[in-house]
């Protein structure tokens, strides 16, 4: 019996005005036992987000109405879809879009010609590291300042809460729990990306980056230890 039974099939929002690849995704995410909404532009694809919020979006960068990061930033700036999981489709040189929309919070990227695949497992992958965050009970402190509420998947810094995208929660979780230890860039993505070869290390400095915007003046408690990787220091 398939691990899907008895529960609602998980639903997939693929936003891309290409007919040709809503099609294929459609179909291999189908056939991989999710439920797949098709939209071939941002604007419908917003409107649909009033009346349900999917499990995770397939979002293709070039789009007629909207640019895919304007959609990202809208869906990282809103309380109720901030922790809605993103991954990005993008061409081979659209590079500065890549790294922008991780920088605003998106997941994981695929460029353009992927392997269906591919993203089958990425999406699995992203669900997958989501969820396991979500089934954790526990509250982590760090100094009094940073509060990281595991079961409820939020961050709150001197008392102000912060909206983390999934990755960086679960990247400032690593570090917090770790405090005073360093990892580095490779250790971060063999514990947060289980491995996954197609995860660069430059995706961990831009995170780094975003958290510590966040985090206002807590931002110093994150270290980068020269040659080696990045640390979190309470004392700081």
Same mark, same amino acid.
């Given at each position: 019996?398939?691990?899907?039974?008895?529960?609602?099939?998980?639903?997939?929002?693929?936003?891309?005005?290409?007919?040709?690849?809503?099609? *294929?995704?459609?179909?291999? *995410?189908?056939?991989?036992?999710?439920?797949?909404?098709?939209?071939?532009?941002?604007?419908?694809?917003?409107?649909?987000?009033?009346?349900?919020?999917?499990? *995770?979006?397939?979002?293709?960068?070039?789009?007629?109405?909207?640019?895919?990061?304007?959609?990202?930033?809208?869906?990282?700036?809103?309380?109720?879809?901030?922790?809605?999981?993103?991954?990005? =489709?993008?061409?081979?040189?659209?590079?500065?879009?890549?790294?922008?929309?991780?920088?605003?919070?998106?997941?994981?990227? =695929?460029?353009?010609?992927?392997?269906?695949?591919?993203?089958?497992?990425?999406?699995?992958?992203?669900?997958?590291? $989501?969820?396991?965050?979500?089934?954790?009970?526990?509250?982590? $402190?760090?100094?009094?300042?940073?509060?990281?509420?595991?079961?409820?998947?939020?961050?709150?810094?001197?008392?102000?809460?912060?909206?983390?995208?999934?990755?960086?929660?679960?990247?400032?979780?690593?570090?917090?729990?770790?405090?005073?230890?360093?990892? $580095?860039? $490779?250790?971060? =993505?063999?514990?947060?990306?289980?491995?996954?070869?197609?995860?660069?290390?430059?995706? @961990?400095?831009?995170?780094?980056?975003? @958290?510590?915007?966040?985090?206002?003046?807590?931002?110093?408690? @994150?270290?980068?230890?020269?040659?080696?990787?990045?640390?979190?220091?309470?004392?700081?």
């Amino acid at each position: 019996m398939s691990s899907e039974a008895g529960r609602e099939r998980r639903r997939i929002a693929v936003v891309d005005d290409e007919p040709d690849i809503l099609d *294929l995704v459609e179909l291999h *995410l189908s056939r991989a036992g999710f439920a797949v909404d098709g939209f071939p532009d941002a604007g419908s694809f917003l409107d649909s987000l009033r009346a349900s919020v999917p499990d *995770l979006v397939v979002l293709d960068l070039m789009l007629p109405d909207h640019h895919g990061t304007d959609v990202c930033r809208r869906i990282r700036e809103d309380d109720g879809l901030a922790r809605l999981p993103v991954i990005m =489709l993008t061409a081979l040189g659209e590079e500065t879009d890549r790294v922008l929309g991780l920088e605003l919070g998106a997941d994981d990227y =695929l460029t353009k010609p992927f392997s269906p695949r591919e993203l089958v497992a990425r999406v699995r992958a992203v669900l997958r590291r $989501s969820e396991a965050a979500g089934r954790e009970e526990s509250v982590i $402190s760090v100094a009094g300042r940073i509060r990281l509420d595991v079961e409820r998947y939020t961050t709150t810094v001197d008392g102000r809460e912060v909206s983390l995208t999934p990755t960086e929660f679960r990247i400032l979780k690593v570090l917090a729990e770790g405090r005073g230890r360093v990892y $580095s860039r $490779s250790r971060l =993505l063999e514990i947060l990306w289980e491995g996954e070869k197609f995860v660069f290390e430059r995706t @961990i400095d831009v995170h780094i980056r975003h @958290i510590r915007e966040k985090l206002g003046d807590a931002a110093g408690m @994150i270290q980068n230890v020269r040659g080696v990787g990045y640390k979190l220091d309470p004392r700081e």
